[in-house]
């Protein structure tokens, strides 16, 4: 079961409280909305989102099955949708509520999507390299990598991931295509981006994190959509409402603290990012990148 990152720490950010309206913009495996749904009791709203249909479809009846019943007469509603949460002006349109009085984004992977080898999330699988979170639309990373010159490749692999080695990976992919040996898992990724990058002695990070941390970036086109949310979503928050955000690496982490700076409409609450404890790291290793910022709606 996904474990979710900064769990007390998040219920301390929204400021919960029974009757109140919450959205979880990015359920996964509903982690940090079990949390939620304790705190808002009874006569909360929970809207939970996902672009993952797995996580509404698949897990989302599980995760209601498992929740005692007396939960669920407490609540008076609990809506779970597959949109992104870049969508919520619109969707809160649709579900006929006019503001919500807290928001939380956990940017990163679900621990679901990276156990399933069908997605290529992990590179320790030899599943298809696809990476979408939503597999019924967009290209894969594999049709992107075949669509790409090689110079798009690596520019998308330095901007999005960081990577010195962009253009030494970039230029093997395209010699691999050229030999008819596209890119095509997740594993031959990972073994072809290992023999370009140096791995350092006492670095624990594999040397393929930054590409497959590009790939997913452009295809699920998340900078573009974490801006949008950062821009639209302070508007469904009523005043004292709280926006909370667990980034997980050094682009995301920017765009939400210049966001939260430049916004006329929110009051910051963390000068700098809450990180998880000492413990929570030993037990958790994911949360030892997440990062937490919290604004308040004026």
Same mark, same amino acid.
């Given at each position: 079961?996904?474990?979710?990152? =900064? ?27 079990? =949390? ?12 939970? =989102? ?20 007396? /939960? ?10 597959? +949109? ?16 919500? /009085? ?19 999330? #992990? ?18 990373? #594999? ?22 080695? #962009? ?19 997740? /594993? ?11 791995? #350092?002695?006492?670095?624990?990070? +594999? ?24 821009? /639209? ?31 006329? +409409? =929110? ?32």
């Amino acid at each position: 079961m996904h474990v979710p990152v =900064l769990p007390s720490e998040v219920l301390d950010a929204l400021d919960l409280a029974p009757g109140k309206t919450i959205v979880d913009g990015t359920f996964g495996g509903g982690g940090h909305s079990r =949390l939620i749904l304790q705190k808002i009791a009874p006569g909360g709203t929970l809207i939970g =989102l996902d672009r993952d249909p797995r996580a509404i479809q698949e897990y989302g009846p599980q995760w209601h099955a498992s929740m005692p019943a007396t /939960d669920g007469e407490a609540f008076s509603r609990i809506e779970l949708i597959n +949109d992104s949460y870049h969508r919520l002006p619109q969707l809160m349109q649709e579900l006929e509520i006019d503001a919500v /009085d807290g928001i939380l984004l956990d940017l990163g992977l679900s621990s679901d999507q990276l156990n399933d080898p069908s997605r290529g999330f #992990s590179y320790q699988t030899s599943g298809d390299l696809d990476l979408r979170f939503d597999p019924t639309c967009g290209e894969s990373a #594999s049709e992107l990598l075949l669509r790409l010159p090689e110079k798009d490749i690596a520019d998308l692999i330095y901007q999005f991931g960081e990577e010195r080695c #962009s253009r030494r990976i970039a230029r093997r992919i395209v010699e691999r295509r050229k030999e008819r040996r596209a890119v095509r898992t997740a /594993d031959e990724l990972a073994s072809l981006v290992r023999g370009c990058v140096p791995r #350092s002695k006492n670095h624990r990070i +594999d040397p393929a994190t930054r590409t497959f941390q590009a790939l997913r970036i452009a295809v699920n086109q998340e900078l573009r959509i974490v801006k949008q949310a950062l821009e /639209d979503l302070p508007g469904c928050l009523r005043p004292g409402g709280r926006f909370a955000v667990i980034s997980f690496h050094s682009l995301e982490d920017r765009l939400v603290k210049h966001a939260f700076r430049e916004a006329d +409409d =929110l009051e910051i609450l963390t000068r700098k990012p809450i990180l998880a404890s000492d413990r929570e790291n030993a037990e958790n290793a994911r949360a030892r990148s997440a990062k937490l910022r919290v604004a308040v709606k004026k």
